[in-house]
């Protein structure tokens, strides 16, 4: 497991996690997976905006890791803490995965295995180690941070009677901006892109 430890810090440095509980795939194998093979599971690598990535990801692995494969298992997001908890559970659980940070991952610590050693020297660029953190040891690195920008339509704002090189600065500010925008246009202020 240790050898397996070092290989799954520094395959993908950052994006994912190590589990001590086995191969996903190969459901017979005992637990820490099949010798030369490591599994990644993920909700990432299946799409294709992101081929180039794990492709560049294994061959960099491949060179520093000579005898040892990578297979990354691309799971449904919806279904993927409910896949993985089962796995992990009956210790079929994959070498390595991608979390989300906080609960997801802070729920399972207890069948990860600490990466402190390995991304010492990561945590000096990069931010957001809290979320991958759970009673003082590190279980994951952060490899985004996700926000919510907040975008405005200019046009809206003219409709309306207001200023858009002036948008509100305060969330009180920003309610009545919306009631006004709504009331003289009859356009909702928040919508959804999700892409």
Known sequence: MKQ????????????????????????????????????????????ATASSY???????????????????????FEQ?????????????????MLFNGGGQIRDRADS?????????????????????TKDGKTYAAPVTLQGHPIYYNKSLYRKAGLDPEQPATSWDEFVADCRTITKATGARCFAQGNK
Request: charged residues 20%; contains cysteine; aromatic residues 10%.
């Open 4 to 47: 397996r430890t070092l290989w799954s810090a520094t395959l993908v440095a950052g994006l994912v996690v190590l589990a001590g509980c086995g191969s996903a795939s190969d459901p017979d194998s005992a637990s820490g997976g099949s010798k030369g093979k490591l599994v990644v599971w993920d909700w990432k690598s299946g799409d």
């Open 54 to 76: 794990v492709k560049k990801a294994k061959a960099d692995f491949a060179q520093q890791h000579p005898g040892v494969t990578v297979e990354f298992v691309a799971q449904p």
């Open 80 to 96: 993927y803490y409910t896949l993985l908890g089962a796995a992990i559970q009956a210790g079929k659980g994959p070498d390595v």
């Open 112 to 132: 990860l295995l600490p990466l402190g050693e390995y991304v010492r020297d990561d945590k000096k660029r990069l931010a957001g180690w809290e979320a991958f």
